[in-house]
């Protein structure tokens, strides 16, 4: 194994090496989601590790989703994190929910007390956190902590009946004020919270705490092989002191990887939900947004995703990867899937005044040059057509190839143009462009007689269809500067367009996906998107500077 390869296979390593020495009959992996937000690209990092990992040894994975928080979780969560899971095309083993457990985790705590590794406290969190210590200082023992085993055994009951109010106690684990690890001095595993939970309702008013259940499912479940990201590696003495403590015959090994940092991305729940609130973004599936819904309504596909997933596989310390590398996946995978056609998005009229008023010609084109197996297109092309904007100066600079006055460009797939003159309105804008057409020159004709060095595209203007564009740029731009990550929020992150489509595109659908000439790869957006009107998202630009 190459030094590369034990980087980004480190935790396949790992699992081999079980699998060989016997360890386990049976890879178990799972993806354990918090139901309190949508997944982002991170998610997905994990969700393909965990599941193509069990798959690769014959395994299963379990989709689980930690609720032990009734604030802040909620069922379209949940549906969005499914939905999310199955677009990505994987199926879990088995659906399970850690509220299913509450009843075996209140059986292991009490197990904890009775054996005096747990204790009831009086302490206010903030009291908790003082008496902790510090990275060098040992923690303080609680008075609490001498308690008898027949009284928190009371208080604890007394916790789950609903007599304390919220916050009021909580229920520790026992075992080294003096630990170097700040997380084995006497961790918080239950508190009190008065708030109806989602699958349980108003059954228990007692919570365990994250660090308390994960371990218990992991156990439940028989995971053998529990990845996590490398904020738990200091969690882990905690995470495996639960498992010696219970009674069921498991033994999972958590393993922690580097999380995805990505450039010009936030990868926080808690900041993807204040773009929400504040109105920087219109929704978790905005198409500027990190989420796995909001990729896939900007048009990002599933095989892209999971192809810039593997590639940069799992590594043992945090780097940063560029996110050009993810839309270089992107255009990858798309390349000899998506239809090339033309679009123009600021449109200018031009008329061809040597062209035959009222006669359409039909062009042939091919659907996509680097995939012919999807056939050829028909083009009108008629004395009255729609260019960009851009593609007409009055007065251009030097090396501008475009169209100008006295110039010649070639049309893509029909011929010559040569501007003789234009004309502007009472605001000096110019509004409509004249040029005549050379018949010789008819693309895929032979044409020799002479070179232009600028091709056009266009929509011809009697039958193009309406459509509105919009432009996506980085919702967050790393080089701007500011305390709060707020002030790196671009606000010039989208851009809406209307402009024209060729025929052929009338009957598009969400979620269709074409290659723009020049433009750009575009998706029909899945929600706003009409009949009358489509609306295109664009996904990626054509080209990058980043090479692979």
Known sequence: MTEQESSSNFIKHIVKEDMKNGRYDEVVTRFPPEPNGYLHIGHAKSIVLNFELAEEFGGRTNL???DTNPLKEDEEFIASIKEDIEWLGYEWSELRFASDYFDEMYRQAVRLIEQGKAYVEDLSQEEIRAYRGTLKEAGTESPSRSRTVEENLQLFEK????????????????????????????????????????????????????????????????????????????????????????DIAAEPKQIEFARLNLTNTVMSKRKLKQLI?????????????????????????????????REIGVAKSDNLV???????????DLKLKAPRTMAVLKPLKVVITNWPEGEIEWLDAEINPENPEMGTRKIPFSREIYIEQSDFMEDPPKKYFRLFPDNEVRL????????????????????????????????????????????????????????????????????????????????????????FIEPNMADVKPHDKFQFFRHGYFNVDPYISNKDKPVFNRIVELKSSFKL
């Not at 239950?190 to 108003?202: F, K, P, S, V, W």
């Not at 980085?474 to 707020?486: A, N, V, Y």
Request: hydrophobic fraction near 30%.
């Open 64 to 66: 689980r989703f930690d």
């Open 277 to 309: 609130d504040e109105d920087y973004a219109d929704g978790w599936d905005d198409p500027r947004m990190p989420t796995i819904s909001g990729l896939r309504r900007r048009g990002y596909t599933p095989e892209a995703i999971k192809a810039f997933c």
């Open 322 to 332: 560029d996110v050009r590398m993810l839309e270089h996946f992107v255009r990858e």
């Open 159 to 246: 916790m789950k009946r609903g007599e304390f109010a919220t916050g009021e106690k909580v229920l520790r684990a026992k075992i080294d004020m003096a630990s170097p690890n700040i997380n084995m001095r006497d961790p918080v595993i239950y508190r009190i919270q008065h708030a109806t939970h989602h699958n349980t309702g108003d059954t228990w008013c007692i919570y365990p705490m994250y660090t308390f259940a994960h371990p218990l499912e992991d156990a439940i479940e028989g995971v053998t092989h529990s990845i996590c990201t490398l904020e738990f590696e200091d969690q882990r003495p905690f995470y495996d002191w639960v498992i010696e403590q219970t």
């Open 412 to 499: 893509k797939h029909a011929y010559f143009i040569h501007c003789h003159d234009y004309v502007k309105d009472e605001n000096g804008d110019i509004t409509e462009i004249h040029c005549t057409y050379d018949p010789e020159t008819k693309s895929g004709s032979g044409f020799t007689g002479r070179k232009v060095k600028g091709t056009l595209h266009f929509v011809e203007a009697s039958q193009a269809k309406a459509a509105e564009f919009r432009l996506y740029n980085r919702l967050i731009d790393d080089e701007k500067s500011g305390d709060d990550f707020l002030d790196f929020v671009n606000p010039d992150s989208l851009e809406v367009t209307d402009g």
